[in-house]
């Protein structure tokens, strides 16, 4: 049987039931912030201060994706969007002592779209009833086509759930958003994050503008001081992907825009730009972390 990362030690569970909770605690609470008028910044400050008061750390920075934006949005320093009548996609990774819970939901501001924010939280639904030890990747991914095309919209075909371990938010297996036929069965003790991304579009994203998250590669030596000084705050955000925010806010824009053109030349950071949707149509998204078990448990419901 093929061996992947993402089979969690048994001893690691209570970390993972921790992170998961946490998550959800935190996704729950946040929803009230989610309103006309408030300002995206102050959303994920709110947010990221909300997981650290709870004894974690971000997981990863919390993703505020807007409309045609699947994922991959965090905003920057000094940054102005207000909320009035976008979709909203919110994705929370809280990290606790390594375990990672990733869960997101969707907000439809405009009032027009519900439709679309259902059919993600409806495939996520089903791909759920059908997880089990032995469950194929083909099948989850069929799940999640045929509720999402039941509803009149594609899924994101080129974004995937993913397997989780410690301090790594994306492992193999891939979890499908479509039918591919994949025969890779899902084994005991696997954690798992399955989301669905619904779009009004083709169904495909690209990467598109300005990237605002970045991860780090290898912690090798880098001559500039700017660049080493910014390497020790990357590795003490917990070797997680981090915003470049969180850097701009101590060392100021331009020091920030140096250190990291060092650090990707060097080869010890790179960056996830903003995933747009090809054809500009709107996308909504649903997540949930689980663990694979004889009894499968959704760790952050
Ligand atoms: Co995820």
Known sequence: MQQFPNIMNPEDKEKWIKAGKIASEVREWSKSLIKPGAKLLDVANAIENKIREKGATPGFPVNLSLNEIAAHYTPVKDDTILLKDQILKVDIGVCFEGAIGDTAYTIDLSGKHQKLVEASQQALAN???????????????????????????????????????????????????????????????????????????????????????????????????????????????????????????????????????????????????????????????????????????CLTK
Not at 137 to 143: A, D, F, N, R, V
Not at 239 to 259: C, I, M, T
Request: aromatic residues 6%; hydrophobic residues 40%; glycine residues 10%.
């Open 127 to 297: 791909a759920t009833k059908v997880l089990r030890v032995g469950v194929t990747l083909g099948e989850i991914g069929k799940t999640v086509e045929e509720t999402i095309m039941s509803y009149g919209f594609q899924p994101i075909r080129n974004l995937s759930g993913h397997g989780i371990a410690m301090y790594s938010i994306h492992t193999s297996p891939s979890i499908p958003n479509y039918d591919t036929k994949e025969k890779t069965a899902l084994q005991k003790g696997m954690i798992i994050a399955i989301e669905p991304f619904a779009s009004t579009g083709e169904g495909r994203i690209k990467e598109g503008g300005e990237t605002v998250i970045f991860e780090e590669l290898s912690h090798k030596a880098v001559r500039s001081p700017i660049a080493r000084q910014v390497m020790q705050d990357i590795e003490a955000f917990g070797h997680v992907p981090f915003a470049r925010r969180w850097l701009d806010e101590k060392y100021g824009v331009n020091k920030v825009s140096l250190a990291l053109s060092q650090l990707k030349l060097n080869g010890n950071v790179h960056g996830h730009a903003p995933l747009v949707e090809i054809s500009k149509g709107l996308v909504s998204q649903a997540e949930h972390t689980f663990l694979i078990d004889d009894e499968v448990v």
